[in-house]
């Protein structure tokens, strides 16, 4: 079984900054992708930005230049570096993470139980 821990969120002012974390722990022999999600209230949920093994990241193109993804790889932990912070930023945001629980399984993914972040005008 796979636990990930989310912390950082929070309330901020427009134009401010949050470091998001999210810490994967369990029965976890690989992981190949850490990722942020995010979901507005009346809104489905969406891919903030995406980290692989590689190193590969992605970003929406409307964080881009102000999120900043990474990766502990010892710690099988992930962070979100969220700078210049909009009202539209607003939502809960949800860690995910695709791996292997043995050597021998499929990949699996799981999510955390979010944390909300809130900007204000």
């Known amino acids: 079984q796979v636990q990930l821990v989310e912390s950082g969120g929070g309330l901020v002012q427009a134009g401010g900054s949050l470091r998001l974390s999210c810490a994967a722990s369990?029965?976890?022999?690989?992981?190949?992708?850490m990722a942020w999600y995010r979901q507005a209230p009346g809104k489905q949920r969406e891919l903030v930005s995406r980290?692989?093994?590689?190193?590969?990241?992605n970003y929406d193109d409307s964080v881009k230049g102000r999120f900043t993804i990474s990766r502990d790889n010892a710690k099988n932990t992930v962070y979100l570096q969220m700078n210049s912070l909009k009202p539209e930023d607003t939502a809960v945001y949800y860690c995910?993470?695709?791996?292997?629980?043995?050597?021998?399984?499929?990949?699996?993914?799981?999510w955390g139980q979010g944390t909300q972040v809130t900007v204000s005008s």
């Open positions: 369990g029965s976890i022999f690989s992981i190949s992708t």
């Open positions: 995910f993470v695709l791996g292997r629980p043995s050597p021998s399984s499929v990949s699996y993914q799981w």
């Open positions: 980290l692989t093994s590689s190193g590969t990241t």
